[in-house]
């Protein structure tokens, strides 16, 4: 697919610095908010944020059929659900305005200062409203290396693991934005040396590195969403971070899964980064075998190469980069997921959250968790300064960085971070 916005030899003039995550290929969408302006929609272009809803009252979405509003809202829900053509062409609009060669906005100088916001200057906010999240367990190598410490490493995953991808129906109502700090949980846990359990802060708090994607259109109840249809509903991606509280997830999740472990909370950034965004990024996934049923069968390359990496910051310290993977590594790919998701009948919903499960790649270095990095804090992390990290400690702040990079072009995500406060 050609799309005009993803043209590398795209040049902005806004200033983009090197090594922005938000060049004009890019332009993903989220709410920002400020001293003076309530929550409204934008889209970032290097260190700025173009406001929206200056630009739709101004003419300069004239056109596109846009509803009187539609950026004036706290969350993209309504802009989404509008569908991938007009979003698309709202993108590609966007695209003409911010381009060095078009006149139309960058001449109107009292303009460009209310249109463009510094990003400094900004807080964001949840992108969407969630109606509903999922979470899989889509990297083989995360499942093998959990299977190995805690069953059988000769028989790492379980029998159904290559046959679809596992995965949990989460709480959508403690996942939050990027800079939002939380409390390290409480539940039961059963210590080695005891025969009951005892109820308590977690002691073995943990971060999970993954990807999610956001839909952009609802389907009937008892439709089954193709693998060939996804992307028709897939609007784009963010960062997330699966907030896991290993302890108490270990005692609780039999027979039915994660439960307290997982839902105190999760963090995603604030950016969407478009899937149209990530056409140059296409990649082929992991080799599946044996062969998946028909219905999870795909075609072409279905994964994505983007560089994710988590920093690791005690309170008064300088970060520490503990993991480099990539999305690339992920077996099941998303549309598999959403195939698999709706096989049944089980309808979607616009803005509904789909994360990856936990991205792990084959060396030590690129395991999407401390679970993996410590192996299960058998192995303590060497930090900045002489410090040791077994697990995540109160103060510590987890930082999600990601990127796809082709062609002098970089599409970035922003971060994804979140500190962690003493138990209530």
Known sequence: ???????????????????????????PFGIFKTRYLNAVAGVAIGNYVLDLVYLHEHGYLDGLGLPAGIFNQKYLNDFIA????TTRAVRNRISELLRVETDELQLHKAACEIALVPLAEVQMQMPVFIPDYTDFYSSEEHATNVGSMFRDPKNALLPNWKHLPVGYHGRASSIVVSGTPLHRPKGQVKLPDSDLPVFCPTQKLDFELELAFITGKQSALGKHITTAEAEEYI???VLFNDWSARDIQQWEYVPLGPFLGKNFGSTISPWIVTLDALEPFRVQGPAQFPHVLPYLATEGSKNFDINLHVLLQPEGEEPTTVCRSNARYLYWNVNQ??????????NVRVGDLYASGTISGPSPGSYGSLLELSWNGQRPLQLANGIQRKFIEDGDTVSITGFAEKDTVRIGFGACSGKILPAL
Do not use: R, Y
């Open 82 to 85: 509008l569908g991938k053509n």
């Open 235 to 237: 609007f784009g991606f």
């Open 337 to 346: 997921q959403l195939a698999h998701q709706t096989v049944n009948g089980c």
């Open 1 to 27: 697919m050609t799309i005009g916005a993803n043209n590398p030899e795209l040049k902005s003039w806004v200033d983009v610095p090197p090594g922005s995550d938000f060049p004009i290929q890019n332009l």
